[in-house]
């Protein structure tokens, strides 16, 4: 009933910037903490970055000062905005979020299909 859609994946060259979004669509949800994860070949899904409810954010070392993630509790969205790209950024990215029902009241935690972030050389 209720699904995460990533998008803004792509390829880019190092340096460059690529913005996720990921937006979560259904009815009789709230949504707690979200976050993004990524996942190279042959690796362990790792986080990157989340945000509470009320936008307080927690970044991975890798990525502090380059990403910044936030959030849009109105439209049931969260995004990663993404500069100064490596190639060690290459990977599937995830979005992860924690849904609550309101009837009856349950916890579920909902993935995203993923998106690929490819950086170059």
């Known amino acids: 009933q209720v699904q995460l859609v990533e998008s803004g994946g792509g390829l880019v060259q190092a340096g460059g910037s690529l913005r996720l979004s990921c937006a979560a669509s259904?009815?009789?949800?709230?949504?707690?903490?979200m976050g993004w994860y990524r996942q190279a070949p042959g690796k362990q899904r790792e986080l990157v970055a989340t945000?509470?409810?009320?936008?307080?954010?927690n970044y991975a070392d890798s990525v502090k000062g380059r990403f910044t993630i936030s959030r849009d509790n109105a439209k049931n969205t969260v995004c990663l905005q993404m500069n100064s790209l490596k190639p060690e950024d290459t990977a599937v990215y995830y979005c992860?979020?924690?849904?609550?029902?309101?009837?009856?009241?349950?916890?579920?935690?909902?993935w995203g299909q993923g998106t690929q972030v490819t950086v170059s050389s």
């Open positions: 259904g009815s009789g949800f709230s949504i707690n903490d």
């Open positions: 992860n979020a924690g849904i609550v029902t309101a009837t009856p009241i349950r916890l579920y935690d909902y």
């Open positions: 945000i509470t409810r009320r936008g307080t954010p």
